[in-house]
């Protein structure tokens, strides 16, 4: 990979106020100006002093911007028992979907475990069937020289993403030469969009979580299913989206509503950065994570309800609104949102509780839509209808298309005792049916002949007796083997000191 340049900041808008300038021109988050003093590390064994620092559990160095305090940890035995239920949908995605997602989304609602939070978002975005779909694809891509006008911007973007994370704190690390390969890549499959910079946050996320080839088919599932027109070249579907948002705004919050239309503040003066980069860049980590839980699951559904209830709490009654008496102390609180209303249960308690649909969003896209038509005529971006959620997708996707197979990384016999358990393995209701079924047969095979059997096998000259088989071994996985620990963070399914390894070698890493 190319050498970084390092230029101090993003490439300048275009100029008369083109939205299409702010394509390579997002601003740069808070923790952007310290990023250059820890960017400046040039390998992974410079990084390696960060280790003496302390990590929180979700890869980021404690005492940064990007770290958080107090967290509500959920009770061990608890987290146990979510990760054998995930465990068991997993193993059996299909059926589950079909039969059971109002679970799923239930599911969702509570939190993925750490421990397969980045399986589960594959299984949810449909990036998993993308994979083997395609299999090889990424790996070409990756391999061919890419478009050197997306390629200076994209190494310019590098190291601003999370640059306090273990994975991101070397310039030239792992996690950001993984970067560089996934949005290279998109630009290569998608040569007419090519990049946005909102994408490298999305990206970085991704790949906390997943190798860099999984992390590309959910970063395409993202921008073709569920935000699909976010990164197109005019910005006309965030746009959109923003003036959807405002209309929803009127029956969720009135007195907002009102605010924002009497200070004459456009939408997309605040819910620009929340959308296009899902909150990554808005909200405490542990608040991101259960919001892109629910979103994988439900949809763009998810991103209007978390703006919603944002604005609301920001802005919804006239004791909060004192002190934003103009347009300049508006956007500031907008910017500069209160720790209550950005805390994890808060937060998705109340955006769980929001009565706003599928239903509503497609029909308020409806009146925009013939709005923008008659006003600014037809939109440039054909991109594809937006999906809302896992179920819609899967119904979406043309068949036939594979089982998911999943791969376990640990294989026990029948009676082996669980590593940390005082009793034996006890297999599941299918398995214990299909032992009784074998150890039937081997027990009929076991009993003596008969005399007239006898003579009818010397007659025929069987002389052999029946040979005894083996039950297959089960296969299991120790949801502790892939649990968070309590000496090592535990929702960084990726940490920046291991080698990269191919897709088929690194997927067992993050089962």
């Known amino acids: 990979m190319a050498k970084s340049r390092g230029e101090n900041g993003p490439r300048a808008p275009a100029a008369g106020g083109s939205l299409s300038g702010t394509r390579e021109s997002l601003a740069p988050g808070p923790d952007a100006a310290a990023a250059d003093e820890l960017s400046s590390l040039g390998s992974d064994s410079e990084a390696n002093g960060f280790a003496e620092r302390r990590i929180d559990k979700f890869g980021f160095i404690v005492g940064s911007q990007g770290a958080e305090g107090a967290l509500e940890e959920v009770p061990l035995e608890v987290l146990r028992q979510r990760e054998s239920k995930w465990l068991d949908m997993l193993n059996n995605w299909d059926k589950w979907m079909a039969k059971k997602h109002k679970k799923i989304r239930l599911r969702c609602q509570k939190g993925i475990p ?118 197109s070249e005019k910005l006309e579907a965030i746009q959109l989206d923003g003036e959807i948002l405002f209309s929803l705004l009127q029956k969720v919050s009135p007195v907002a509503h009102k605010h924002l239309s009497q200070q004459k503040i456009d939408p997309l003066l605040y819910m620009t950065e929340w959308f296009m980069c899902a909150f990554s860049r808005t909200l405490p980590w542990s608040s991101v994570l259960r919001v892109w839980d629910m979103f994988f699951c439900e949809g763009v559904k998810i991103i209007f309800r978390v703006g919603l209830v944002l604005l609301k709490h920001a802005l919804g009654s006239p004791e909060k609104l004192k002190a934003c008496q103009g347009q300049y102390e508006t956007i500031e609180r907008l910017r500069s949102l209160s720790p209550k209303i950005m805390q994890e249960a808060f937060l998705v308690q109340e955006v769980v509780e929001l009565p706003v649909t599928e239903r509503q969003i497609e029909r308020e896209h409806l009146i925009q839509l013939r709005r923008w038509q008659e006003t600014r005529g037809e939109l440039q971006c054909h991109s594809p209808p937006r999906l809302h959620g896992a179920k819609a997708i899967l119904e979406a996707e043309p068949g036939p298309w594979p089982t998911l197979q999943p791969s376990p990384s640990i294989r026990l016999p029948p009676d082996a005792p669980l590593p940390g358990s005082k009793g034996k393995y006890k297999p599941p209701k299918q398995v214990q049916k299909e032992q009784r079924k074998q150890a039937k047969a081997s027990g009929q095979r076991d009993k003596p002949p008969t005399p007239s059997q006898a003579k009818v096998a010397a007659a025929a000259g069987d002389t052999c007796p029946p040979q005894d088989v083996p039950p297959k071994d089960l296969v299991y996985q120790d949801p502790q083997d892939s649990a968070p620990q309590d000496s090592a963070p535990q929702d960084s399914a990726y940490h920046c000191s291991q080698e990269s390894l191919t897709s088929q070698e690194s997927e067992d890493t993050y089962l």
């Open 114 to 231: 750490p421990s397969l939070r980045g399986r589960a978002w594959q299984y949810l975005s449909g990036g998993k069937v993308k994979l083997q779909q395609n299999p090889g694809k990424f790996d070409e891509l990756d391999m061919s020289p890419g478009n050197p006008k997306w390629l200076d911007v994209i190494e310019r973007d590098l190291h601003r993403q999370f640059p306090f994370h273990e994975m991101f704190v070397s310039r030239g690390g792992h996690g950001q030469q993984d970067l560089f390969r996934v949005l290279k890549a998109y630009t290569l499959y998608r040569p007419e969009e090519g990049y946005c910079q909102a994408q490298a946050p999305i990206a970085a996320v991704l790949l906390m979580h997943m190798p860099a080839e999984h992390a590309f088919w959910c970063l395409v599932q993202i921008c073709e299913k569920y935000l699909p027109g976010y990164y």
